[in-house]
């Protein structure tokens, strides 16, 4: 009898993976390049399952029925590479390859064409959900070649999670390289709920002195409001964690953060794109800037912060700090889809932003019931151009403003770090301004390069230089933008 499908890769994602496939009815031709790592598999988890260890990727092959499905949860990079000229003169026409990995689009689309030029298929499937979403359920965002899917579609939804109404969190994206993109974005996002949750960390404990278990005691009750999401209730569990002697752990943690490189791929993508994404930018800068601890300390002992001799209204900045950390939270996912929308339209891809939001509404990181509204949106408007024009978000910000004005202002006058918070008001600011500077701007560009520049009283697309120093003369550069 042969197995359903084979695993490349046992580490923390491709073990639990194998054993949420197994659990759903399937069998699993397992390998990996460690055999100590496969061994310790086989000897302890694995034991009687319907599971089977290959020797080598030939072996794993020879174990699969056809058309043959190869997934693989390996390191992004060289090493998918090397695996799949390994896999190609073992496999047959019709064979699916299947990346679960973190791999960059641009990635995902060149191996997608590589493989059919062999007549094999290739899926780039975004998995999020960490170590537990592995086993119990992840978000996946499938994409690639289309004429896989319905082979590995019945595995693929049987080991995504579910929705609190059944609904599979697993759906085709797209052609070439959407899944990977997706997850790509997907992963953007989740560095600017992190890093706005951080902010707020930040406020509680340096603006009104709270401990942590008062912390931890707020975000489990804000995890009970529209709040509700991963991260704010493990941000609760963290807080509440104690150390050996009895103190919080999450005060004895470094603080410098580390990043494996999904979200500058996705502040990259907005620069080509040409789409604005300070909140997520600044969440990607902010975990940089943590990795400069040196520079830091020096810096601290070179400048005085501001000091204040009294704390604020508690319960006034904490219900401030609740609604700033949800309408920051809207712009952040408001950039994200905004990205999305328009490399669908440079790609070519046809991406259903209502199911994207209800892919991640379980087992992935950023799974929240706000994800829910969002679905909500781009139902009623499929053609959305950007979530803050929908009614529900319209509301929702506009009541929070103030609010979140206040939070901003009182973090810069005590000298508290808020990038995200602080560039999500910035371009909610930006957005809602119908007369921003860039006349100014544009009008440098010409007075200095002959860049040209559209006036207000003339047709959109008709250009104009003016002769600013009365030497420059009446020749303009060409006009383009990148």
């Keep these: 009898m042969k197995a359903n499908i084979g695993m490349i890769g046992l580490a923390v994602m491709g073990e639990n993976l194998v054993l949420n496939i197994e659990s759903k009815g399937f069998s699993v031709a397992a390998f990996d390049i460690d055999s100590q790592r496969m061994n310790q598999f086989k000897a302890n988890r694995a034991q009687g399952k319907n599971i089977v260890f290959a020797e080598s990727l030939a072996d794993l092959v020879a174990k699969l029925e056809t058309p043959r499905k190869v997934m693989m949860m390996i390191r992004a990079g060289n090493p998918v590479d090397q695996v799949i000229s390994s896999l190609i003169p073992l496999l047959a026409p019709g064979d699916i390859i299947i990346d679960g990995g973190n791999s960059h689009f641009p990635d995902t689309e060149r191996r997608m064409k590589l493989l059919e030029e062999h007549q094999l298929y290739f899926i780039g499937a ?9 086993l119990k359920g992840p978000s996946i965002m499938p994409g690639g070649s289309a004429k896989a899917w319905e082979e590995v579609r019945p595995i693929l939804q049987s080991i995504a999670a579910k929705t609190s109404d059944g609904e599979v969190c697993c759906e085709w994206v797209g052609d070439g390289g959407a899944g990977h993109f997706v997850k790509m974005v997907h992963n953007g996002i989740e560095y600017g709920d992190i890093q706005l949750i951080t902010e707020i960390y930040a406020m509680m404990k340096n603006v009104l002195g709270m401990s942590s278990d008062e912390m931890a005691e707020v975000f489990a009750e804000w995890n009970q409001t529209e709040l509700d999401s991963y991260l704010i209730e493990i941000t609760s569990h963290i807080l509440k964690k104690k150390d050996t002697d009895n103190t919080p752990l999450v005060e004895k943690i470094l603080d410098t953060a580390g990043q494996k490189g999904t979200g500058k791929w996705t502040v990259i993508a907005s620069l080509e794109e040409g789409v604005p994404l300070p909140l997520i930018d600044e969440s990607v800068h902010a975990r940089a800037l943590s990795a400069l601890k040196e520079d830091r300390l020096l810096a601290s002992k070179a400048y005085l912060k501001p000091t204040f001799k009294e704390y604020p209204q508690k319960q006034e900045l904490l219900s401030a700090l ?28 046809k991406l259903n932003f209502g199911e994207i939001a209800l892919m991640w509404r379980g087992g992935c990181i950023i799974r929240s019931a706000f994800l829910g509204k969002i679905k909500d949106a781009y139902d009623q408007d499929p053609q ?20 979140w004005r206040n939070v901003v202002s009182t ?16 371009y ?9 500077p860039a006349n100014l701007l544009q009008a440098m560009r010409d007075y200095f390069g002959a860049h040209t520049y559209e006036r207000i009283d003339q047709p959109r697309g008709k250009f104009f230089h003016t002769n600013w120093t009365g030497e420059g003369g009446d020749t303009s550069s060409t006009t383009y933008n990148v």
């Design 126 to 134: 975004g998995v999020s959900g960490g170590e537990e979403g592995a």
């Design 322 to 349: 609740k609604d700033a950390l949800y309408a920051a939270k809207i712009i952040s996912y408001a950039q994200g889809f905004v990205l999305m929308r328009q490399a669908a339209l440079s790609q070519g891809w």
């Design 384 to 403: 959305l151009k950007n979530l803050l024009l929908d009614p529900y978000f319209q509301e929702a910000v506009s009541s929070r403003i103030q609010s």
């Design 411 to 426: 973090a810069v006058l005590r000298g508290i770090a808020i990038p995200t918070l602080a560039s999500g008001l910035s």
């Design 428 to 436: 909610f600011d930006g957005l809602t301004t119908e007369q921003l």
